[in-house]
């Protein structure tokens, strides 16, 4: 059974940086698509950021230029640099992995960014 652990979630200011990592337990490949979706207080949950197994990204409009994305295959590991945030990124930030068409979801970490 897999289990997605996330961490780096945070306080910051308008313009600083935070680095969210996401650990996956139980059995993955690297062709299992990876990601992170958030959910802002009263909204819909929104994807920000995903990657595929030959590194193919797709990144939120609202993201774009400032959050990376990456994967470590070898540890079941992906993160999310985020640079240059916005208070519209407060957030809690969800990692999630697809696998047999079915999404395992971590339990959050909250991004909250003050102006």
């Known amino acids: 059974q897999v289990q997605l652990v996330e961490s780096g979630g945070g306080l910051v200011q308008a313009g600083e940086a935070l680095r969210l990592s996401c650990a996956a337990s139980g059995t993955i490949f690297s062709f299992n698509p990876m990601g992170w979706y958030r959910q802002a207080p009263g909204k819909q949950r929104e994807l920000v950021a995903a990657i595929t197994s030959g590194s193919s990204t797709n990144y939120a409009d609202s993201v774009k230029g400032r959050f990376t994305i990456s994967r470590d295959n070898a540890k079941n590991t992906v993160s999310l640099q985020m640079n240059s945030l916005k208070p519209e990124d407060t957030a809690v930030y969800y990692c999630?992995?697809?696998?047999?068409?079915?999404?395992?979801w971590g339990q959050g970490t909250q991004v909250t960014v003050s102006s």
């Open positions: 999630y992995v697809r696998r047999g068409g079915v999404s395992i």
